[in-house]
């Protein structure tokens, strides 16, 4: 008797098992991060030192204040860029 339930008394465990450890894997209560997109047209670079031979070293006064406020850049492209910073 028990062999022929015993893949059922297996697959009862594992179920149970399953929906333990998805119980687990819950969504945190409060957003873990803060998103901003900057588009493109808004960042004006600048020169850091005019003159000098060798590759141009250029700054951007908005991106160097995100930095300093705690933003971190997650992606750039094309359009602008995409930072990220811990949510407070």
Known sequence: MIKKIRP????????????????QAVNPQSARWHYLYLEQQWVKFEEVEDGKVGPRLLHSKILNEL??????????????????????
């Not at 009862?12 to 929906?19: F, K, R």
């Not at 930095?67 to 407070?88: D, K, M, Q, T």
């Open 8 to 23: 059922y008394l297996i697959g009862a465990v594992l179920a149970v098992v399953l929906i333990l450890g998805m119980a």
């Open 67 to 88: 930095g300093n406020n705690g933003w971190e850049i997650v992606e750039s492209g094309v359009g602008g860029y995409l930072f990220r910073r811990p949510a407070r």
